[in-house]
């Protein structure tokens, strides 16, 4: 006699693991922490924008209110990469074979029946579209007219290594990956270090600079403690993997 089903909101809780969200959220609390260290340093600069003009670009101080909201986006962002790639990796262990009733450790709720992978993939793409809507945003915070095309690329490339961390046919057999695997290819590890540590800590430091001078964001200066938040990033990603 098979498992007794769980209620279906621990069904859900158990493919989408929640429990897994501090890799996630630590990183950008360290990135919030640096981010407010870094702007009670940040001094007043002159940048010379070109050879025969002198423009004088004010570092000016950025509220706390306006880094939490950075730093509260950001980690939602952050959280539904996470909940998305769990989901996924439920819906494609169990689809390319690696989730069998031999299966030891925690329940995988398409494994054990309780979730189809169509649901489980449903799940999967409503949640990374959350994310996407999330994190757009993102990129044009400092000015409607000017995109910032490395937050773009972060959260294109987020939502692409959420499906790609496990593969299988959704959604990239759709066009014609469906045999990447990060994991799978054993560079999970590669990949953790990167976005749960370089780009979660780093992104709240990084977008806190943007906003934090009078012109465009490419003209920024780079604000005290940044160097130092790349060090701690780096730390991050370690403990990470």
């Known amino acids: 006699m098979g498992e007794a089903r769980p209620p279906t909101w621990k069904v859900w809780m158990l493919a989408s693991r929640p429990h897994t969200l501090t890799a996630s959220i630590?990183?950008?609390?360290v990135g919030y922490a640096l981010s407010i260290t870094s702007m009670s340093q940040a001094p007043t600069v002159d940048v010379d924008v070109d050879v025969n003009v002198d423009v004088d670009i004010k570092t000016t101080f950025v509220p706390h209110s306006s880094i939490l909201d950075i730093t509260l986006q950001?980690?939602?962002f952050c959280m539904l990469i996470q909940l998305g790639t769990n989901l996924h990796n439920?819906?494609?262990d169990f689809v390319k074979g690696a989730?069998?009733?031999a299966r030891v450790g925690q329940a995988r709720a398409t494994q054990k029946g309780w979730l189809t992978p169509n649901q489980t993939a449903r799940g999967a793409t409503i949640t990374l579209v959350a994310a996407l809507a999330v994190g757009?945003?993102?990129a044009v915070v400092f000015d409607d007219a000017t995109v910032d095309r490395w937050m773009v690329f972060m959260v294109l490339s987020s939502v692409f290594n959420a499906v790609a961390y496990t593969g299988g046919p959704y959604p990239l057999g759709y066009i014609g990956l469906g045999r990447v695997s990060i994991g799978y290819s054993?560079?999970?590890d590669i990949f953790v270090f990167l976005y749960?540590?370089?780009v979660a800590t780093l992104t709240v430091p990084y977008l806190t600079q943007n906003l934090?001078?009078?012109s465009a964001p490419a003209s920024c200066q780079t604000l005290p403690g940044l160097g130092f938040a790349f060090v701690a990033a780096v730390c991050v990603g370690c403990l990470g993997t």
Do not use: I, Q
């Not at 630590?26 to 609390?29: A, D, K, Q, R």
């Open 26 to 29: 630590s990183p950008v609390l």
């Open 74 to 76: 950001f980690a939602m």
């Open 90 to 92: 439920d819906y494609a």
């Open 99 to 101: 989730d069998t009733v």
């Open 136 to 138: 757009m945003p993102l």
């Open 186 to 188: 054993g560079l999970g």
């Open 196 to 198: 749960f540590g370089l």
């Open 212 to 214: 934090s001078c009078e």
